[in-house]
C-alpha cells in the first residue's frame, strides 16, 4: 500500500476518539519492527524520521525502506519527517514521497514561525502531503531548566488558534509539560492547558516526548483530544537494552543478526504496548 497522508489517519482519529502512534526509525531494524507491530495490531501506524536520521540514513534509503515495509503489510502507513527545520528539508522530503511533514518553527517569534510554516503548508498542500507545525517549545528532558521555567515556553490557547488560522496546518504540535528523551521524575502535564487548547484550535493535536509519560497521563491526554503521539526513547531504550544483553550473554558471537534480530523484537513490544495504549490498535481500514 502507498503510503497514507497523516492527516487522513487523525481524521479518523479524530472521529474515535483516539491517538496513533508516531514512532522514529532511523535503520531498517527500526523500520521493520514498527511496521510488523502495527501489522499485528491491526493498527495504522506512522514512521517518522528525524532529519538527523536521514543524514545517518540517507533519504533515498529511508523512503525505499519504509516503501518496503508498507507495500508487505494491509495496515495503512505514513512516512512522516519530524522535526523539520527548515522549508528546504521539508520541500526535500515531500519531492521524496513522505506521506507528511513537520515544520518546527517554535524556536522563531511567533510571526516568522508562522511565515516559514505557511510556505510549507503551500508546497505540501499542491502535493497532498499533510503538515505539522509547532507552536511552544517541547524541551529535552535532560535540559538545565527547572520546572517553573519550563512553563515559560508551554503553548498559550489563543495564540494556537491564531497559529493555525494563519498557517493553515493539518495538526499541530503542542508543549503541554512533556519534554523529549529521559524524564528525570515524573512529568507533569498541564491537563487544563491542553483542554483550553483543544477547545479553540480545529485541527488534531500531537503529544511529543511521549515516552516515560505514565500510562493514566496519557489515556488522560487522549481523552482530551491528543490525536497524534510520538515515541523516540522508549523504542531506543528497548533496542539497546537488547542489543546489550545479547552482546553480554554471547561475547564471541560475530553475526550481526544474532544481536539485531533479538533488538528487533525488542522494539516490536514496545511499539505494540503502546498502540493498545493509544488506542489505535485494531484500528487499521484499508
Ligand atoms: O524529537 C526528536 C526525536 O527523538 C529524534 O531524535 O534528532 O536524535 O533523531 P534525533
Ligand atoms: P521521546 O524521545 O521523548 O519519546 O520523544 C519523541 C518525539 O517527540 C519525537 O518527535
Ligand atoms: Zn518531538
Known amino acids: 500500500m502507498p503510503f497514507v497522508p497523516v492527516g487522513v489517519l487523525l481524521r479518523d482519529a479524530e472521529e474515535q476518539g483516539y491517538a496513533v502512534g508516531a514512532f522514529n526509525c532511523n535503520n531498517m531494524e527500526l523500520v521493520q519492527a514498527i511496521v510488523a507491530a502495527a501489522e499485528a495490531e491491526r493498527s495504522p501506524v506512522i514512521l517518522q524520521a528525524s532529519q538527523g536520521a536521514i543524514k545517518y540514513a540517507g533519504l533515498a534509503y529511508l523512503v525505499a525502506m519504509a516503501r518496503a515495509a508498507a507495500r508487505g503489510v494491509r495496515v495503512p502507513v505514513a512516512l512522516h519527517l519530524d522535526h523539520g527545520t527548515s522549508f528546504e528539508q521539508a520541500v526535500r522530503c515531500v519531492a521524496a514521497g513522505f506521506s507528511s511533514v513537520m515544520i518546527d518553527g517554535s524556536h522563531l517569534p511567533l510571526e516568522e514561525n508562522i511565515a516559514l510554516t505557511r510556505r510549507v503548508v503551500e508546497v ?3 502535493a497532498g502531503v499533510s503538515v505539522e507545525g ?10 538545565e531548566i527547572k520546572v517553573e521555567e519550563r512553563e515559560a515556553f508551554f503553548t ?6 491564531y497559529f493555525v ?6 495538526s499541530l504540535a503542542v508543549s503541554v509539560g512533556t519534554a523529549h528523551g ?3 521524575g515524573e512529568p507533569r502535564l498541564d491537563f487544563e492547558r491542553l483542554s483550553r487548547i483543544k477547545e479553540l484550535v480545529r485541527v488534531p493535536l500531537v503529544l511529543h516526548g511521549a515516552s516515560g509519560v505514565p500510562e493514566e497521563a496519557i489515556r488522560e491526554a487522549v481523552r482530551r483530544g491528543v490525536r497524534k503521539i510520538n515515541i523516540d526513547t522508549e523504542i531506543r531504550e528497548a533496542f539497546v537494552g537488547a542489543l546489550r544483553r545479547e552482546l553480554g550473554a554471547h561475547p564471541q558471537e560475530i553475526d550481526p543478526r544474532k544481536i539485531l534480530g533479538p533488538a ?3 522494539a516490536v513490544e514496545v511499539i505494540r504496548a503502546k498502540m493498545r495504549l493509544f488506542g489505535c490498535a485494531g484500528k487499521a481500514r484499508v
Open 124 to 126: 505540501a498542500r499542491a
Open 134 to 143: 509547532e507552536l511552544g517549545r517541547i524541551m529535552g528532558a535532560e535540559d
Open 156 to 161: 498559550d490557547p489563543a495564540e494556537a488558534r
Open 165 to 170: 488560522e494563519r498557517t493553515g496546518v493539518d
Open 182 to 184: 529521559r524524564y528525570q
Open 264 to 266: 528487533r523484537e525488542a
